[in-house]
């Protein structure tokens, strides 16, 4: 699945899935990702002028709602990700994403050289989010602990839908709080990634994230595994800090 039309092909299958057959299909988004790193001399501080002056800027500019956020890692291996930050788009869809890139071609050149003399980007893609568990506090900012995936040969897409299905039943059940998302690859994703796909656990803090941790090793984890270890691999989670950077309202 190393291509947009199998990515799509997997969305349908699962939105389609008889597991959604109640008609509560989870809610799918569009996401751009930029990886980037400071120039010299630059830092978060700066980073943050160019997004605040970008926030009144883009006021009028987009057709669509665009929700900006800055992730920084917190917990995570340098050499893994040698970047200072992501900028993170969403979009209700990819035709308004598509809209919103084609109004940011067309106006914002000067506003796209303030946040290259900071911080440029030497990476940018498309993916697509769908939603498991809402974010209680969606919009505002948390702590994303996030891990790359791939699925395993022979597991279907209904059977992930049904696993996503009882896992969440039992998040919900035993009051595990965190937000659950699923974030497909796509268009830009590196040559080489054989990353499906990458789990998203949403927390308000680190310690709410704690908690669901403490949570897992007295059982979930068990559970997880029983209901996931035949389906995917997973590598291992690291932790970024959210934090919203400006909402678009539609013009």
Known sequence: MKNIIIVVSFLVAILSSPVFSDHHAPRVSALEMFQCSFADGKDMGDLKKVASEWDGWVD?????????????????????????????????????????????FAQGAKMQKKFDAVAPCNASSFLTSMELKPYANLGGPGYLQVNACELNDGA?????????????????????????????????????????????YIAESLEERGNAHDMMMKGGLQVAQSLYSELMMCDKPRVWMSQPSGTVTPS
Do not use: C
């Open 156 to 200: 279907s897409y209904d059977d992930l839908a049904a696993a996503d299905k009882k896992w969440i039943s039992w998040m919900t059940d035993n009051e595990m709080t965190l937000g659950v998302y699923r974030w497909f690859t796509g268009v830009g994703d590196a040559r080489a990634s054989t990353t499906d796909f990458y789990n998203i």
């Open 60 to 104: 009028g500019k987009f057709s669509d709602a665009y929700t900006a956020y800055i992730m920084q890692p917190v917990v995570y291996n340098g050499a893994d990700f040698p970047i200072d930050y992501i900028w993170l788009g969403v979009a209700e869809n990819h035709q308004a994403m598509g809209r919103i890139k084609d109004q940011w």
